[in-house]
């Protein structure tokens, strides 16, 4: 989702959960070098209306 030029991201409600999602999807979502594709290379697109 995207609020006033910022991004948001939903995780689940457990700690550990949360943990998980960052460090094993988020964080190489949001590298470019990650492939075959990346948020980043989307990013772009969603500020278009």
Same mark, same amino acid.
């Given at each position: 989702m995207l609020a ?7 995780l689940p409600g ?11 999807? +988020?964080?190489?979502? =949001?590298d470019s070098r ?7 290379? +989307?990013?772009?697109? =969603?500020?278009?209306?």
């Amino acid at each position: 989702m995207l609020a006033r030029g910022t991004y948001i991201f939903a995780l689940p409600g457990s700690t550990g959960a949360v943990k998980d999602g960052w460090d094993q999807i +988020l964080v190489h979502q =949001l590298d470019s070098r990650h492939g075959p594709c990346n948020f980043v290379e +989307l990013m772009p697109r =969603l500020r278009e209306r």
